[in-house]
Nanobody, 120 residues
């Protein structure tokens, strides 16, 4: 199977920065896309940023020019650099990996999430 583990969350003051990481491991044949989503209490899960194997990257309007997504294919790791953080960025951040396994089955795999809290 495929395991997805997020790290890097924490408590930060408004205007501060955090860098999240998402590591994928297990029976991976190929990765089609990796992305970050977030969910605040009482809200639906929403897309933050996504990176496809074709090289395209999309961001939510609310994070454009503040967040940057990057990927290390050799390490099967996705990063999210978050700058100029705002209280409304407070949420649990989840990583989603769409991968084809060695059994040639393609699915979406999710991590347990990492909490980001922006507060003074």
């Amino acid at each position: 199977q495929v395991q997805v583990v997020e790290s890097g969350g924490g408590l930060v003051q408004p205007g501060g920065s955090l860098r999240l990481a998402c590591a994928a491991s297990g029976s991976i044949f190929s990765i089609k896309s990796m992305g970050w989503y977030r969910q605040a209490p009482g809200n639906d899960r929403e897309l933050v940023a996504i990176n496809t194997s074709g090289g395209s990257t999309n961001y939510a309007d609310s994070v454009k020019d503040r967040f940057t997504i990057s990927r290390d294919d050799a390490k099967k790791t996705l990063y999210l650099q978050m700058n100029s953080l705002k209280p409304e960025d407070t949420a649990r951040y989840y990583c989603s990996v769409v991968a084809t396994t060695t059994a040639r089955s393609t699915s979406s795999f999710w991590g347990q999430g990492t909490q980001v809290t922006v507060s003074s």
